[in-house]
Nanobody, 118 residues
Framework: QVQLVESGGGLVQVGSSLRLSCIGS????????MSWYRQVPGMGRLLVAG????????NYADSVKGRFTISRDNAKNTVYLQMNNLKPEDTAVYYC???????????WGQGTQVTVSS
C-alpha cells in the first residue's frame, strides 16, 4: 500500500524559508522520480517541482524557479522541498507523489499547509 506523508509546513512571514519533507513507502522509492504539488481551495493541484530517480535535470514551475529546491535522500525514502524567499502566493497545501512530471499514484497524503503572511 502506497503511503506518502508530508510534513514541515507552517505559518511564516514573507521572505522566510521552510523545508518540506515527504516520506514514501509501499513502493520502490529509489526507482521513481518524485514531485511536489500545491493546491489552493477551489483549484486543482499544480506541479511545483520534480526530481528524477537518478541523474538528470530537475524541473520547476516558473513561479518558484530560483527560490525552491527539490532534493531526495533515497536511504531515507524522503523527498524534500527547500522553499526560500516565500511569498503570499506560495500559500497552499503541499503534496508529494511519485513521478517527476505527473502523479503516478491516485492516492495522496494529507498534505502540509504552508501559509505566508504579509
Amino acid at each position: 500500500q502506497v503511503q506518502l506523508v508530508e510534513s514541515g509546513g507552517g505559518l511564516v512571514q514573507v521572505g522566510s524559508s521552510l523545508r518540506l519533507s515527504c516520506i514514501g513507502s509501499g513502493f520502490s522509492f529509489s526507482n521513481y522520480g518524485m514531485s511536489w504539488y500545491r493546491q489552493v481551495p477551489g483549484m486543482g493541484r499544480l506541479l511545483v517541482a520534480g526530481i528524477p530517480s537518478g541523474s538528470g535535470g530537475k524541473n520547476y514551475a516558473d513561479s518558484v524557479k530560483g527560490r525552491f529546491t527539490i532534493s531526495r535522500d533515497n536511504a531515507k525514502n524522503t523527498v524534500y522541498l527547500q522553499m526560500n524567499n516565500l511569498k503570499p502566493e506560495d500559500t497552499a497545501v503541499y503534496y508529494c507523489n511519485a513521478g517527476q512530471a505527473w502523479p503516478r499514484y491516485d492516492s495522496w497524503g494529507q498534505g502540509t499547509q504552508v501559509t505566508v503572511s504579509s
